[in-house]
Each structure stands twice: as C-alpha cells, then as structure tokens.
C-alpha cells in the first residue's frame, strides 16, 4: 500500500526560482533550481525526487539537462532520453560540466535506447502526460530497471473536482495541440499501477489549481498489477 504524505495547497517553491535556473519540457517551462553558478541548488520538489538515488539512473523526457545539478553524489552514471532536438543539444552542453559520466541519447520513449535491467532508478518528470502512449513509455521503464529498482515520478494529475476534471476533459483536445502534446485530464497514478507497478510513497501538492504528484513505485509482482 502506498504511503500518503500529508497533502499541501501551498504554491511549490519550484515558481520561486525565477529564469534561468533550468526548465523542464517546453511544455512545462519551470526553474529546477534555485541561486545561481556554484550556489545552485534543487527545489524542494526535485529535491524529494531525487533523494537516496544512487548506481546507474536514466531519466526520460530530460528537458535542458539543468537537472543534472540537482542529482545525490552516491549516483554514479546518468543516462538522460530527451526527443527534442534543441533540448537535446542544450543538455549536452550541461552533460559536458559533470563530473560523472552522463550520456545524452535521443530516443523514442516506447523503445528506450538501454540495455534490460541496467539501471537503478528511472526517473520521470512531467513527462507522461505529453507520451502518446504512456503505458509502452513505462513498460520500457520497468525493462531496464534492475531488480529492486525504482521509478522516481513528479506529473500533474487530473482533478479530483468533478467539475474542474470535466473541464479539462473539454480543454484537452486543444490544450494538447498548444502545449506539445500535454493532456490536462491525465491520471498518472492509475497509468503508473496498469504498467505494472506497484507505489510506495506519493506526496501530493497543488499549484495554480492543478494537482500534482510526487513519489516512488517499483515494479510489481504479477498479482499486484492492477488493470482497470
């Protein structure tokens, strides 16, 4: 069973860094850091992302590569997967300043360019809602976690309103052709358990009216996946 962390409503201190501190996916422009130079550090979300990682992590939809500053030194390698050309470029240019080896690779989410079970942690962030086929993304993730492996996962979520869900339903058509692919109804969480994992931990948090998800899933034995 999943650990519920206590819910908050207060706006993430991911919108207090201003730009410049790296972004996510251009459909989701937001700082991944706070200061500047030597003095950057992760927000408070990415911080709890990438908490205890360590080994060998891959992490997919990587955006500008400026997330690479806000991973534990206990990780050893990183493997960023970005599509976008642009953003691909930009996170080589970062990949170049680590210390640890990082390799930058374009690839399709639903046949990521990794070996079977080769990495410790998969980390996920605000991606799957802009994946045509998340479940295919996420079954990829699972054949190259390593027994014991994590997801690491922080997406925006479908509201739980009914009203407010019914609205991004209707926006959803257009949203997505404006917002690179971006679907405001998604349920990660549900998509997360049919792939075959299993949570553990998730926080939840609200930011212009939108939840959002935070947590932790590994895979999961065969009479633990759930299909709906």
Request: charged share 15%; aromatic share 6%.
């Given at each position: 069973m999943a650990v519920r962390l206590p819910q908050r409503s207060e706006r993430p201190s991911d919108t207090d860094a201003?730009?410049?501190?790296?972004?996510?996916?251009?459909?989701?422009?937001r700082p991944v850091c706070t200061g500047r130079g030597s003095r950057l550090r992760p927000t408070s979300q990415r911080g709890q992302l990438l908490a205890?990682?360590?080994?060998?992590?891959l992490e997919i939809g990587a955006g500008d590569g400026v997330k690479l500053f806000c991973y534990p030194s206990e990780v050893t390698e990183i493997v960023l997967v970005e599509a976008d050309p642009f953003l691909r470029a930009a996170a080589g240019i970062t990949a170049a300043e680590m210390a640890i080896p990082v390799h930058v690779a374009q690839g399709d989410l639903a046949r990521l360019p990794v070996p079977d079970g080769s990495c410790d942690a998969v980390v996920c962030s605000l991606v799957l809602c802009s994946t045509q086929r998340p479940e295919e993304a996420l079954a990829e993730a699972r054949r190259v976690l390593r027994p014991g492996g994590e997801l690491r996962f922080y997406e925006h979520h479908r509201s739980g309103n009914p009203l407010w869900a019914a609205l991004q339903r209707l926006v959803t058509p257009l949203w997505s052709r404006v917002a690179g692919g971006c679907r405001p109804a998604c349920d990660p969480l549900s998509t997360i358990e049919r792939s075959g994992f299993r949570i553990d931990v998730v926080s939840r948090f609200s930011y212009c009216q939108v939840g959002h998800v935070l947590g932790i899933a590994k895979p999961a034995v065969d009479d633990e996946i759930h299909t709906f």
């Open positions: 201003g730009p410049g501190r790296g972004m996510e996916q251009f459909h989701h422009p205890g990682l360590s080994g060998r992590v």
